[in-house]
């Protein structure tokens, strides 16, 4: 081994007979083999302080045939003199130019001959004395080709960085060590891993040379990743030997920002992915890691972070762009491949790192199962004895019991087909259809744009490979997890884990989520599960302390505010939610409002014009992510009502019964005012950002509670929409001033004398602790009353007809199956029939893109004029005209459930019935109590041919002849 040029020494084995004369060689002396000859590179540029004690370190190895290779990557100041201090002997090659550590670093292939390993080095590592002999021992031992040591900190060894890495199949990096995690040999064996990270590695030099060495297109990070993952490939193996420990200062952080290191990351993850991959396994990868890739620049878009999203972009353009470079490069790798694809598997870990860690609340977890399983408990253990996780344990566990134990029904068995929980009766393909159709079915069909639900649940649907059943079961039941997870991350800037823990308890015991259940109204679980995710992103967007630096300071991992950030993420976050339910918007407009108006009066104005700014400029933001389809909401001719629907309520709630949440049959009892009670204790005790947020957090459960009782009581000039959507905001900010009750008690209490404060802080714990009783016992229902029974099995017979036909559906808003239009019928002379509306269904009973109104202009308003012309008595045969519609049925509910199955008990209105009651052309025909149905025989099949003898005479006369014969056309 020597630089080209120089006469390698002679490294025959001294126990080899030729060496000897004949008569020696029948009894040979012992002799050690001489030890394999090792080159350690070290890339440099501009080092730092650190690098005296990497060259100290590879000067005191106790490897005997060990020889140091310094490649200089165009420093300003030349490293030699440092260098020969301790290695006088070591060897530097200065480069013109710095193309990064693997480009500089494959630079001693050209430099070198005879070394039977590499041992590629930073220059902030300095291994210890036996490091590099422990590498060759393990390589030679265990016949692998790639061998890294266990990197600890620089300056404290010990605390552990890395011990080898795993990856997910999109290249994306899995570890069993937290940065900084204390050393205590736990992860001392010695296992097959699947990249060595950067730091110390050996390589056996013919493998390297096999391979082509680094990747020279990769100028910095996951040049380890695609060195490893081209081991992989040829069939070598990588092996991580914990006894060789090697310390790293990690000074790239001081030579590269944040941005850049996070674009090089996904750039050059991606682009080994491409390379390494057989060409059948990339094409089922990507486009997985397509959608993770989307996921990411959502929710990085959704929190603010986008130069994330930027960077995520910009890596897929980076990599396409240099589609042929990786082509060729990809046919290499193919050529000198020795492991299928299916076997390196194996070193992977399971779905996505991202999002696995992400649903964790972690950065990384480990490289196999049980890695990931003893990292989490060990450190759960740690926080449970230091006390920091207790309560949110406690919390969790409570949350979680009574939640799960709530909804066991709901989880083994199929969700009822009951209100507006309409079966998703089509799959992917028929939805997407649907969106980029411009036609709608519902009412007698029109022209408009279709709702941005149908592309969203396409999308759904495909991920979950058109199990639709499935999708709606983890939908409603998602929907109450993700707004427990935003209730519990809400307070996090507050530093206080009893905070979070609070209001994660508060939140999921106040019963709007549940009673949005048992009531069937996708849009308020929406609604319930976005609220506390839009409170702290518009408290981001105002900057108040601890979201920001306003009034206050930051808390800890808050960013520096971003409005712009902030606008595209509660735009985002609005858009997904209106996508269910529209109603959102004018309710955030009230929050926004609201919080404005809390923070004056609470004295605290500054920060509104960003909070005006943020929340106003991200509901922009949401309507302009549903063009075309919200123009149907702002256009001249349109319906507010189209925005919040036309829900009501039978019994107006008392302002009691708003402040215990009672809107459904969940919850309902005064212990329930607890909450309530333990909300009121930052405004008695709280100082500073603590008292203001609690004002503001008043000011909007006051503002939506008091709308929505004067809206129960009709004194208001527009329609809401329904109660629970309404007080989801609400319950949030009863949380949020129950956690601030407990960072005022840690903080505030103490500056005051012992006296009445003090035994309000008791009153209030107590108060939070009956609070959550009332939820508690009603969990025992097992699906929080949600009716057990579903209209399949009562409508059955539809199913029998042939299609081409459609059910009139007409009563209270709150029963009715399916979202409707209003529905006036005169009474004399005037319309006196409040909270009736109409819709139709096609085929028998509606669904899931029966779930968004339609618009009313064009024909639908027929349906209107034969009911009222029926309504004024002007006929008695409503049948014949409602025949041309292909209305077969009429039906008219009294409850969103069968009978004796619960639900939602509405009366049918009298107008309605008495009108059909009338009618001689439609028949009665007995079903449940809880429905009125009848069958108009004369009903067109759609579309149809209409007999020869009804074409006499005047239009009128045509519309109310016998249509009983017409037959179907494309029948």
């Known amino acids: 081994m020597s630089p080209r040029g120089v006469e390698p020494a002679d490294l025959r084995d001294p126990g080899d007979p030729a060496r000897y004369p004949a008569a020696l060689v029948e009894t040979p002396a012992p002799s050690r083999p001489a030890a394999p000859a090792v080159v350690a590179v070290v890339v440099t540029r501009d080092p730092g302080p650190w690098l005296e004690q990497a060259v100290d370190a590879l000067a005191a190895q106790d490897y005997s045939n060990l020889a140091v290779l310094f490649i200089d990557a165009a420093s300003d100041t030349d490293p030699t003199p440092r260098i020969a201090r301790a290695l006088p002997n070591a060897y530097v090659r200065r480069l013109e130019e710095n193309r990064g550590f693997g480009a500089s670093a494959n630079h001693v292939r050209e430099i070198v001959d005879g070394a039977a390993f590499f041992c590629f080095l930073h220059d902030d590592a300095a291994p210890e004395p036996g490091a590099i002999r422990t590498l060759v021992d393990e390589a030679v031992r265990s016949n692998a080709g790639i061998v890294g040591g266990k990197l600890v900190q620089l300056d404290d060894r010990r605390r552990l960085l890395q011990v080898g890495e795993s990856v997910d199949k999109t290249g994306e990096r899995s570890t069993v060590v937290d940065p900084g995690e204390l050393d205590q040999e736990q992860y001392d064996a010695v296992r097959d891993v699947f990249v060595v990270p950067g730091g110390c590695t050996l390589v056996r030099a013919d493998l390297f040379e096999a391979i082509g060495g680094f990747d020279e297109s990769i100028d910095l990070l996951n040049d380890d990743l695609s060195l490893c993952w081209r081991a992989h490939v040829a069939g070598a193996r990588v092996v991580v030997a914990p006894d060789a420990v090697i310390g790293h200062a990690e000074a790239l952080g001081e030579r590269s920002d944040t941005s850049l290191r996070r674009q090089r990351l996904i750039r050059h993850r991606l682009r080994t992915m491409l390379v390494c991959y057989s060409r059948w396994h990339r094409v089922r990868v990507l486009p997985q890691a397509a959608f993770v890739a989307v996921l990411e620049i959502i929710y990085s878009l959704l929190t603010g972070r986008r130069g994330q999203a930027r960077d995520v972009v910009a890596a897929w353009r980076w990599n396409w762009r240099r589609r042929g470079e990786i082509r060729a490069l990809h046919r290499k790798v193919e050529g000198f491949r020795g492991v299928p694809d299916a076997e390196i598997r194996r070193f992977q870990v399971r779905g996505f790192s991202r999002l696995n860690a992400f649903l964790r609340g972690t950065s990384s977890r480990g490289a196999s199962p049980s890695d990931r399983a003893e990292g989490a408990w060990r450190r759960f253990v740690t926080g449970v004895r230091s006390g920091e996780l207790r309560w949110p344990v406690v ?49 007698l069909g029109s022209s408009s744009p279709a709702p941005t639900a149908f592309g969203l649940l396409a999308g759904a649907g495909a991920v979950f490979f058109g199990a639709m059943g499935a999708l709606r079961q983890v939908l409603l039941l998602g929907s109450i997890a993700v707004g427990l997870v935003g209730a519990y991350r809400l307070l996090r800037p507050a530093a206080s884990p009893r905070a979070q823990a ?41 900057g108040w302390a601890p979201f920001g630096p306003v009034d206050g300071d930051a808390g800890p991992g808050v960013r520096r505010p971003d409005l712009v950030g902030r606008v595209a993420s509660i735009g985002l976050l609005l858009a997904l939610v209106a996508a269910i339910d529209p109603a959102v918007l004018p309710v955030v407009a009230v929050v926004i409002v609201a919080l404005a ?41 349109a319906r507010w009502e189209q925005v919040v629907g036309h829900a009501g309520v039978a019994e107006t709630p008392t302002l009691g019964a708003l402040f215990r949440f009672d809107v459904g049959p969940v919850g309902g009892s005064l212990l329930a005012l607890g909450f309530p009670i333990a909300a009121t204790l930052p405004l008695l005790i709280g100082r500073g950002w603590r008292f203001d947020w609690a004002v503001r957090a008043w000011t909007v459960a006051l503002a939506l509670i008091g709308l929505t009782w004067a809206g129960g009581e009709d004194r208001l000039p527009l329609a809401l929409p329904p109660a629970e959507t309404m007080l989801a905001p609400a319950a949030a900010s009863m949380a949020i001033a129950a956690g601030l009750g407990v960072v005022a008690f840690e903080i505030d209490l103490r500056q005051y004398h012992f006296g009445w404060r003090q035994v309000a802080s008791i009153v209030a714990g107590v108060a939070l602790v009956i609070g959550a009783v009332p939820t508690m016992l009603d969990a025992g229902n097992g699906r929080w009353y949600l009716p057990g029974g579903d209209l399949e099995s009562t409508f059955g017979f539809l199913e029998e007809e042939e299609p081409g036909f459609r ?20 009474d004399g002379d005037e319309p006196t029939s409040d909270h009736v509306v109409y819709a139709t269904s096609d085929d028998g009973l509606p669904g899931i893109t029966d779930g968004w109104p339609g618009s009313e202009d064009g024909p639908t308003q027929l349906i209107e004029d034969a009911m009222a012309l029926a309504a004024r008595g002007e006929t008695s045969r409503l049948g014949r005209l409602l025949a041309p519609m292909a209305i077969r049925y009429v039906v008219v509910p009294t409850a969103s459930a069968p009978r004796p199955l619960g639900g939602v008990q509405r009366p049918a209105p009298a107008q309605v019935t008495g009108t059909l009651a009338d009618q001689l052309d439609l028949a009665a025909v007995p079903v449940n109590p809880a429905y009125t149905v009848y069958r108009n025989d004369a009903a067109l099949p759609s579309p149809a041919m209409i007999p020869a003898t009804a074409g006499s005479g005047t239009a009128f006369e045509v519309t109310a002849g016998d249509l009983v014969g017409a037959e179907p056309v494309l029948g």
């Open 502 to 542: 609070v209001a994660l308890v508060v939140y999921g015991a106040i019963p709007v989520a549940y009673d949005a259940v048992a009531d069937a109204r996708w849009g308020s679980l929406a609604v319930y599960a976005a609220t506390p995710w839009l409170l702290g992103q518009l408290g981001r967007a105002a």
């Open 597 to 637: 108006l809390g923070s004056a009066i609470a004295g605290a104005p500054r920060g509104v014009p960003r909070l005006l700014a943020g929340g106003l400029g991200g509901l922009v933001v949401a309507v302009a992510l549903h063009v075309p389809w919200m123009l149907d909401f702002v256009l001249p001719g």
């Open 807 to 826: 059910v009139l559906w007409i009563g209270h808003p709150d029963v009715l199956p399916l979202p409707g239009h209003a529905l006036d019928l005169p």
């Open 395 to 443: 919390a969790w566990a409570i949350t979680i019991v009574i939640v799960a134990f709530g909804s066991r029904h709901l989880i083994q068995r199929p969700i009822a087909t009951v209100g507006g929980f309409l079966p998703f009766d089509e799959g992917p393909g028929e939805l997407f259809d649907a969106f980029l159709s411009g036609w709608r079915t519902t009412g």
